[in-house]
């Protein structure tokens, strides 16, 4: 089994996964999408950026697809059956959080260092 | 425009990447920076990309030059070498151990363990074989090498990715041998082994003689 189904996901790893349920997309695409899904707080570089990249598709979480124009040189990046599965795994996971945090009434409040006391 | 000429320190700084990741995303990375620079129309957004690689590639060469070390060791390295890198480091381990045992505890000096034999076998013995291990299994797997990837020996030699293991059991176990014999402080503490050694083997002669 690979460690990415057993575990929960580093954010770096989410993050490019989520920006792929949309649809394929080249490098900077993902970049502009996964600033825009973190709200700006995840800003990757191209160094992290391919890391992951390289890993996932080792790991056969996505796949790497030719550009539909001619003479473009980037490449596209896809989820697989697995990395669909995966990212369905994870956002159960992310829905039972927030569930919880509904019943607990944690979301929308400030919770300050006095309510924890 | 080409890219590497566009980018020509980043795409220099990109060949300190394996060869493999560099063939496969060197490319995808400069069109990638070339991108984000594009669609940054202020001086101060194109600082913030600049930063962000610059802050960003140290780290992402690391770790790729890392993983790429672990994927030969796992998937390329013999077992015979693996072994053997692993039974030198065993050997050079009790030198370590009873070095920094006797840093730490000092009455350990005047025990069985800082007697002649146990340090002789400790800081001579057992490096020396280390290291007579790891050269074997280096020439046999360098031989091996060269003979399927057709390389000179000189590339084969310094292909630090394949070869870190057995360096290291090479240099660490030549090194403690070397400090042992060579350096005046280990002899304040240890006497030298090696000397001893050839004072026993002299007394023994000498009893046989008698």
């Known amino acids: 089994m690979n460690k990415h189904t057993s575990t929960l996901l580093p954010q770096v790893t989410f993050s490019i996964l989520f920006a792929l349920s949309l649809k394929p997309r080249h490098g900077y695409e993902l970049m502009q999408q996964i600033e825009h899904d973190s709200g700006s707080r995840v800003k990757l570089g191209p160094g992290a950026l391919y890391g992951t990249l390289k890993q996932l598709n080792d790991d056969n979480f996505i796949e790497e697809i030719p550009s539909e124009q001619a003479n473009d040189r980037r490449r596209y990046y896809r989820l697989t059956k697995k990395g669909w599965d995966c990212l369905g795994a994870e956002m159960k996971y992310y829905e039972q959080t927030v569930r919880l945090a509904q019943e607990r009434r944690l979301l929308g409040q400030s919770i300050g260092a006095f309510t924890w006391i | 425009m080409d890219l590497k000429k566009r980018f020509p320190r980043y795409s220099k700084l990109l060949r300190l990447y394996p060869e493999t990741y560099r063939k496969r ?52 390295t013999p077992k015979y070498v693996k072994n053997s890198a692993l039974a030198g480091a065993a050997m050079l381990a ?115 003689q008698r």
């Open chain 2, 25 to 76: 995303y060197g490319e995808q990375m400069l069109q990638t920076l070339a991108d984000m620079l594009d669609n940054a129309p202020t001086t101060r957004q194109r600082v913030g990309i600049w930063s962000r690689t610059a802050a960003d590639l140290p780290a992402s060469l690391i770790d790729q030059q890392l993983r790429h070390t672990g994927e030969i060791m796992i998937n390329e």
């Open chain 2, 94 to 208: 009790p030198f370590f151990l009873l070095v920094t045992a006797a840093s730490l505890d000092k009455n350990l000096r005047h025990s069985f363990l800082w007697s002649f034999p146990v340090l002789f076998i400790f800081f001579v013995v057992l490096p020396v074989l280390a290291f007579l291990l790891a050269a074997t299994a280096f020439t046999g797997w360098l031989i091996e090498r060269r003979k399927q990837d057709h390389k000179s020996w000189a590339s084969e030699l310094f292909d630090l990715h394949r070869n870190w293991h057995l360096l290291s059991v090479l240099i660490v176990g030549l090194g403690i041998v070397g400090l042992v014999y060579g350096h005046d402080s280990v002899h304040c503490i240890t006497g030298n082994p090696v000397r001893e050694a050839r004072n026993w083997h002299q007394t023994w002669q000498c009893i046989q």
